[in-house]
């Protein structure tokens, strides 16, 4: 089988719009050109090279008039020259101009300058022709002893590589650079000898570092980078020299580069499970976290130190260090606060709970101080992590609740939804907390700002009033909300006492000098009107609301009010006059505002719904009864009962579901011994992080089931050519989603795309040799080839796999054109082409599972631009299995709890989120409906409402649900008796 997969060691971006110069163009340029000419006429000679072009003719041009010139940016380019040209003829034999490049390049590496010494034996490590190589190791190794480092360096990494390919052309390069490492100075010198030595003899690796360890902090951190991988391979792969070396890692763990610490950290959790050792790590991982800039490194090492948490013995460190962790709050990301929220919160206990309340306080004094879109989520964050502390520890709630009460008139009605949504759980569930709350909201109610909070806050009130003093408190302060009673008369009479003057204006005479033509001074008289807001402009808030049309808070209040109302009845059973008295008064005021809706003062009519809501409120206080306190009351308490305890049994779930899992063990169990494991087996926490992180990094790290959407890899290979085809094709696309472990060294932002490595196999299945196999690929969408491949030659019954990356940069839909043209050895005819099937992207790569509150995905239903309305057609016809076979098909998860699913109904309604890796978001609700419900096979009818940010991620994924629609297959046929009619037909055909 001959290889298609050829190093490449330089990109070199080539316009699509280039073109090209003649052959006899480039001969001249070379042979008559100064250097500059030369420069432009070898930069085009490169690009033809990788495009295929044949430029054998131009070699000895380039020898002759190339080679000789002192020009240093001509020398780099032939550098890159030498590279990408053929060296061999079609037999595979060393082109003889390789001779006299070869005798240049010894000359190059005696020449006196370090540059191009140094470049000369960088260009060497890409050589794969021992021919050309075997010339120059006299000069090679005599580069060793150079003066210059720039020179050192690279002649080490020139003698790894000729070791590593060539190991008979320098069979003592382990002793040659181990005498090299001890007598050298420089850091970037011994780095690359050592790292030599860790690939190529262990041994000698470990006699130096043996002979060094009490220096090693010393020592750069490109060294210490290395030290750390070789304990960390050797010890595992030996367990017994754990103890040898392990005090080095300790040590390490003090040094001033972060990669250094960083990878150090990693290294003693993989060797030691004991608790010094991971309060060690951890305390370096926090320390990396606060002190980092970038959010990227935090979000890694913050990363890291959840996956400390996975062990029981790291789970009980980390408890001990959660105000430690909470500093990492002073980072500005958002997603760094919610991740440090989220780790603090499962980590924290009844010891230290109260100074993460206090701190929590703190943050949140600190960012009622901000207005900025992050701030606002932030202050989100903070209120859901107190709200969930005060549930599990109900002793820290009395320090909490006026802490939070304050929020309710935030500009953000989301923070103040939470902050509603802690209070209503609290006076539920901690009674003796109940006259603290309700105290707080009597104080604060008149200045609440948004009408959903306001009435929300009401009928917490009137629900939890539990004395005569409260309820009427509760009262005077609705009473003083809606302003003067009746609002219709009391507005018309203050519209009465303005309509002779102009509202909200008054006349003001300003004198001011002037200059006139001649140069003597004036003055000037005029008449200004001012804007000036009377008193009556400033409303009570409920009246405000009322007037501005929102009359759904009328009905809500009356909802309140019947329970306000009950409750009195229920403290004063025994008194009819003050029941009648305090309902007559809420009547009064409920019929005052259905007046104003009927009235048209408001912006808005009230609804007719609205109206029948409230006029039901006031027939029910009219005709008070027993009844009326078991619905108003116990019912009411019941439901909000089982409503909380729903969301707090789905949210023990959640948290404590890995947990459970991770802390039952089974009593028959196997104990693994570490001593008595096998090399390639990983005990708890020591795999092989080095090789999991380049594993990851390549795409061939074993995925985990979140990420693992298909079965299998056959599933997924495309056909792209016949079998009668001279040139059989078939495709599989391999998604890589990067590690990016190594930018604690050299810090990148998180790259907004992904890379896809399409894998094509190739056969030839013609009787001759096919020369030139080229795969030509072109794109259409959000997508982009990011290098060519390499054309190659297939022998008859010969095959290759060729490889190509293409950038993704979003989840529209993307279509990869393809073709294969080669020439047939020995004819004359013109280059042949055999055209390809159309690959598809399929996003279901780029896409998982996303996970949001009632309150986030209602946000983002509202914001979300793109709307995509797919109507369903299935042969499905449980309503419940629909919303799961969805689910599978779009990884989106179901966001509506279990118990709203359970049960049989002849409807169902759903919603579904999923997060792409491109950050994007899409959510979905589903409505369907059974045509007849009485029926098990009557069809499903209904609706898909995808919405996302991005077009392309809603019609992309309408897209793959019709599809998945079209290949669901029915049930089969059921084979019915035959008729009389039919059974005679059958008998007349017999005898025919």
């Given at each position: ?28 340029k070379?042979?008559k ?45 032939l550098?890159?020259f ?6 061999t ?56 002893e150079?003066?210059?480092s720039?020179?050192?360096?690279n ?15 320098i ?55 290395i ?14 020299e ?18 250094v610490r960083?990878?150090?950290a ?35 090492v913050?990363?890291?130190l ?7 013995t ?23 606060r ?23 306080k703190k943050?949140?004094?600190k960012?009622g101080?901000?207005?900025a ?17 005060t ?9 909490i609740v006026?802490v ?34 309700i105290?707080?909201?009597l ?7 948004k009408?959903?909070i ?22 005077s ?6 302003g ?12 009465e ?15 001011r ?28 808030p ?30 004063n ?6 029941i ?33 809501r ?19 009351i ?13 969301k707090g ?13 991770r ?17 390639g ?8 992080m080095f090789?999991?992180s ?21 599933g ?8 009668s085809?001279p040139?059989?094709?078939e ?47 072109s ?26 990356t293409?950038?993704v ?11 294969i ?8 005819s ?41 109507a ?7 309503l419940r299995?629909?919303i ?33 890796i ?13 045509a ?22 809603a ?7 019709n ?29 025919n």
């Amino acid at each position: 089988m001959s290889s298609a997969e050829q190093s490449c060691y330089t990109l070199i971006h080539v316009p699509t719009d280039t073109e090209f110069p003649s052959e006899q163009q480039l001969k001249e340029k070379l042979e008559k050109g100064d250097d500059k000419a030369r420069v432009e006429a070898l930069k085009k000679l490169i690009l033809m090279c990788m495009n295929g072009e044949k430029v054998q003719n131009l070699i000895m041009f380039v020898i002759r008039f190339c080679l000789p010139s002192n020009d240093h940016t001509l020398k780099k380019l032939l550098l890159n020259f030498w590279e990408v040209v053929p060296k061999t003829n079609p037999q595979g034999k060393l082109l003889q101009e390789m001779i006299l490049v070869c005798d240049a390049y010894r000359k190059d590496l005696q020449h006196p300058n370090e540059f191009v010494r140094g470049s000369t034996l960088r260009f060497l490590c890409k050589l794969k022709e021992p021919e050309l190589i075997e010339p120059l190791m006299p000069a090679i190794r005599q580069c060793l002893e150079h003066r210059h480092s720039y020179v050192r360096r690279n002649a080490v990494c020139a003698i790894f590589t000729i070791y590593r390919n060539f190991e008979f052309l320098i069979p003592d390069a382990p002793e040659v650079v181990s005498t090299f490492l001890d007598a050298e100075q420089d850091a970037s010198c011994k780095r690359n000898a050592f790292m030599m030595l860790l690939h190529v003899d262990q041994a000698r690796a470990l006699d130096f570092l043996s002979n060094c360890i009490e220096q090693v902090t010393t020592f750069g951190d490109i060294l210490q980078l290395i030290i750390v991988e070789l304990i960390y391979k050797v010890c595992h792969a030996n367990p017994m020299e754990r103890q040898r070396f392990i005090r080095c890692v300790y040590n390490l763990l003090q040094s001033s580069s972060g990669a250094v610490r960083y990878e150090a950290a990693g290294t003693l959790v993989t060797l030691s499970t004991v608790p010094a050792a991971i309060r060690a790590a951890a305390t370096t991982y926090i320390e990396l976290i606060v002190k980092e800039s970038d959010n990227n490194i935090k979000l890694i090492v913050l990363d890291r130190l959840i996956h400390l948490r996975q062990s029981s013995t790291g789970e009980k460190v980390l408890q001990e260090l959660v105000m430690d962790i909470m500093r990492v709050l002073t980072a500005p990301g958002l997603e760094v606060r919610k991740k440090t929220l989220s780790l603090a919160l499962e980590l924290v206990s009844s010891r230290n709970v109260e100074d993460m309340v206090m701190f929590l306080k703190k943050e949140i004094a600190k960012s009622g101080n901000e207005n900025a879109d992050d701030a606002s989520k932030y202050r989100q964050e903070l209120v859901k992590t107190l709200h969930t502390a005060t549930i599990k520890f109900p002793d820290v709630a009395v320090s909490i609740v006026p802490v939070l009460m304050e929020f309710l008139s935030d500009e953000s009605e989301q923070v103040s939804s939470y902050v509603l949504q802690f209070v209503r759980e609290a006076i539920h569930k901690l009674p003796h907390l109940r006259a603290t709350i309700i105290s707080s909201l009597l104080e604060g109610l008149l200045f609440i700002q948004k009408p959903k909070i306001l009435i929300a806050s009401l009928w917490i009130l009137c629900t939890f009033a539990d004395t005569n003093e409260t309820i009427l408190q509760v009262l005077s302060l609705v009473k003083k909300s809606l302003g003067e009673l009746p609002i219709v008369e009391s507005e018309l009479r203050g519209s009465e006492g303005q309509e002779n003057v102009v509202p909200g204006t008054e006349e003001k005479k300003t004198v001011r000098p002037m200059v006139t033509a001649d140069g003597t001074y004036a003055t000037q008289s005029a008449i200004s009107s001012s804007v000036v807001k009377r008193e009556g402009e400033s409303r009570p808030p409920l009246r405000r609301f009322l007037l501005d049309g929102e009359f759904f808070i009328a009905a809500s209040l009356a909802t309140s009010l019947s329970k306000l109302a009950a409750n009195h009845a229920k403290l004063n059973s025994q008194k009819k006059k003050q029941i009648n008295l305090l309902n007559g008064q809420l009547i009064f005021i409920l019929s005052s505002i259905v007046h104003l809706g009927k009235s048209g003062l408001a912006k808005t009519n009230m609804s007719d719904d609205d109206v029948d809501r409230v006029m039901t409120t006031i027939r029910v206080l009219a005709d008070y009864g027993a009844e009326m306190e078991e619905t108003m009351i116990q019912k009411t308490r019941a439901s909000l009962d089982m409503l909380l305890s729903q969301k707090g049994g789905e949210m023990r779930v959640g948290e404590s579901g890995e947990r459970r899992a991770r802390d039952r063990v089974q009593a028959d169990k196997t104990i693994l011994f570490t001593q008595l494991a096998a090399r390639g087996d990983a005990i708890g926490g020591t795999e092989n992080m080095f090789d999991l992180s380049l594993s990851q990094a390549l795409g061939t790290a074993n995925k985990t089931a979140k990420f693992d959407f298909s079965s299998s890899k056959l599933g997924k290979v495309i056909q792209l050519a016949g079998f009668s085809d001279p040139i059989y094709a078939e495709a599989y696309v391999n998604v890589n989603q990067y590690d990016i472990g190594q930018s604690l060294l050299s810090p990148l932002p998180l790259s907004d795309s992904s890379h896809s490595v399409l894998d094509v196999l190739i056969v030839n299945q013609t009787g001759d040799t096919l020369q030139n196999v080229s795969l030509e690929l072109s794109t259409v969408g959000d997508l982009k080839l990011v290098d060519k491949p390499t054309p190659c030659t297939l022998a008859p019954a010969d095959f290759a796999n060729i490889k190509a990356t293409v950038k993704v940069a979003s989840t529209e839909n993307g279509v990869i054109f393809s073709m294969i043209s080669y020439d047939v050895r020995g004819a004359a005819s013109d280059r042949n082409a055999v055209y390809l099937q159309d690959i598809r992207i399929d996003i279901m790569d780029y896409i998982v599972p996303g996970n949001a509150t009632d309150a986030e995905f209602r946000k983002m239903w509202s914001d979300f631009e793109w709307e995509n309305k797919v109507a369903v057609h299935t042969s499905i016809t449980d309503l419940r299995e629909y919303i799961d076979h969805l689910s599978k098909v779009t990884n989106m998860k179901i966001l509506t709890p279990e118990s709203a699913l359970d049960g049989s109904c002849g409807f169902m309604a759903a919603n579904l989120c999923a997060h792409s890796i491109f950050g994007e978001d899409a959510i979905a609700n589903v409505s369907i409906e059974k045509a007849n419900p009485l029926e098990e096979t009557s069809p499903i009818h209904g609706h898909i409402r995808i919405r996302a940010k991005s077009q392309g991620m809603a019609l992309t994924l309408g897209d793959k649900i019709n599809v998945a629609q079209r290949e669901r297959k029915g049930p089969k046929p059921v084979a019915l008796p035959p008729t009389q009619e039919v059974e005679e037909g059958m008998e007349k055909l017999a005898v025919n």
